[in-house]
Nanobody, 126 residues
């Protein structure tokens, strides 16, 4: 699976962005898809994930709950991350990832994801 993340950019605090993660090489219907981010000088952290189609739904980090929404369009083999009410603390490189293992839970550790996109930079200005 190849993943191509896009949609990052510069936005003012309080603004919105939508990230896209287009998959190729394999249908991701049976993959759990996640978004992670890494801010300068910090460790990579889990942001959100959506289970394989027919699985247990979505999961969000507490820091983004209520502001970010993850969704998938299986017809387009694409996953989205809608980000609203952005703050300076959301500045980071955002990565999408795919986990082909069908589980009853949604993994939040990056080690459980086998495929990664190249990252897209989100910069939120104050």
């Amino acid at each position: 699976v190849q993943l191509q993340a896009s949609g990052g950019g510069l936005v003012q605090a309080g603004g919105s962005l939508r990230l896209s993660c287009a998959a190729s090489g394999r249908n991701i219907t049976d993959h759990t898809m996640g978004w992670f981010r890494q801010a300068p000088g910090k460790e990579r952290e889990f942001v959100a994930a959506i289970s394989w189609t027919g699985g247990s739904g979505t999961l969000y980090a507490e820091s983004v709950k209520g502001r970010f929404t993850i969704s998938r369009d299986n017809a387009k083999n694409t996953v989205y991350l809608e980000m609203n009410s952005l703050s300076v603390e959301d500045t980071a490189v955002y990565y999408c990832a795919a986990d082909p293992t069908i589980l009853r839970r949604i993994p939040t550790s990056g080690h459980e994801y086998d495929y990664w996109g190249q990252g897209t930079l989100v910069t939120v200005s104050s």
